[in-house]
């Protein structure tokens, strides 16, 4: 099976700007998390998509969103960049959820904001 | 805040076992531990999880304490690749996985 894919890895974008990154699950995995990852915080959770419902969400402004398709494959939407969003953002998937079993994460995109 | 604390780094010369201690006192019943890691850069990786159980895979060995407040992960034969951040997460059901700042573990060659 193909692993969890993420486009684009790299991305820079100027402040004010809005970004959309892309995460494709393993094939048959119903649950796509979104996490943020930078030196001074951590990995810290984003939002979860199960069968196209959000179903977690973390403590972010509402600049940062998302959306899961009917194939499962799910977008995060930032808007509004500000410096402090360069980070690494990662997915991953799992067939029940964050929660339930193990998740597979994919690479990553790097974002950086100027 | 995450469920679990670790201590921020560890060293273990290659060859030897590596013992990553968590500590999960405020652990519910229905709450599995699970074990992650990430090497520099990369996505996480799973490596193990267990309910009461130890457990072991080709991977590693989770030892989980009697009355579940700690576990050890234990990586038999350290190798320099096993260098990286080691996550322990507490998660059951419909919980969204809150990931603490991890063991740094570094491999002496």
């Known amino acids: 099976k193909a692993g969890v894919t993420q486009t684009p890895r790299y991305l820079i974008k100027t402040r004010g700007q809005q970004v959309t990154l892309s995460c494709s699950p393993i094939?048959?995995?119903?649950?796509v998390s979104w996490y943020q990852q930078t030196p001074g915080q951590g990995l810290q959770f984003l939002f979860e998509y199960f069968s196209e419902t959000q179903r977690n969400k973390g403590n972010f402004p509402g600049r940062f969103s998302g959306r899961q398709f009917s194939n499962s494959r799910s977008e995060m939407n930032v808007s509004t960049l500000e410096l402090g969003d360069s980070a690494l953002y990662l997915c991953a998937s799992s067939w029940e959820g964050t929660g339930t079993g193990r998740q597979y994460f994919g690479p990553g995109t790097r974002l950086t904001v100027t | 805040d995450a469920k679990t604390t670790q201590p921020p780094s560890m060293d273990c010369a290659e060859g030897r076992a590596a013992n990553l201690p968590c500590n999960h006192s405020?652990?519910?019943?229905?709450?599995?531990v699970y074990w992650y890691r990430q090497i520099h850069s990369q996505g996480p990786q799973y490596i193990i999880h267990?309910?009461?159980n130890n457990e072991t895979n080709e991977m590693a060995s989770l030892i989980i304490t009697e009355d579940r407040k700690s576990s050890t992960l234990i990586l038999p034969h350290a190798t320099l690749r096993d260098t990286a951040v080691y996550y322990c997460i507490a998660t059951a059901g419909d919980d969204k996985i809150i990931f603490g700042k991890g063991t740094r573990l570094h491999i002496l060659p």
């Open positions: 094939s048959g995995h119903r649950s």
């Open positions: 267990g309910l009461k």
């Open positions: 405020t652990i519910s019943g229905n709450e599995y």
